[in-house]
């Protein structure tokens, strides 16, 4: 299990196989970037207000590792993380 803190922002299941949920208590808009291991965009969700759990969609994807970049708004620091997506 993972707290979600104030201002913060989380990924789940790892590995995952066709979703991933990201989830924030802040209710701040966030932009989520989650790239390839090549460095191409995956998926984006920008300016989006988080309070809760947003659902993405990775079925179309290809087994992997994904690095997933999020961002709050009116935080100066940038969450990083990496997921394993296995089928």
């Known amino acids: 299990?993972?707290?979600?803190?104030?201002?913060?922002?989380?990924?789940?299941?790892?590995?995952?196989?066709?979703?991933i949920f990201i989830a924030s208590a802040s209710g701040k808009?966030?932009?989520?970037?989650?790239?390839?291991?090549?460095?191409?965009l995956a998926y984006e969700m920008v300016n989006v207000p988080l309070s809760g759990i947003q659902v993405v969609d990775m079925s179309e994807?290809?087994?992997?590792?994904?690095?997933?970049?999020?961002?709050?708004?009116g935080e100066s620091r940038v969450i990083n993380e990496r997921i394993v997506l296995i089928r």
Request: charged share 25%.
């Open 29 to 40: 808009n966030v932009t989520v970037r989650i790239y390839n291991t090549l460095g191409e």
């Open 1 to 19: 299990d993972r707290t979600v803190n104030e201002g913060a922002a989380v990924s789940f299941p790892n590995p995952a196989s066709d979703r």
């Open 61 to 73: 994807r290809a087994e992997g590792i994904y690095h997933i970049s999020a961002v709050v708004e």
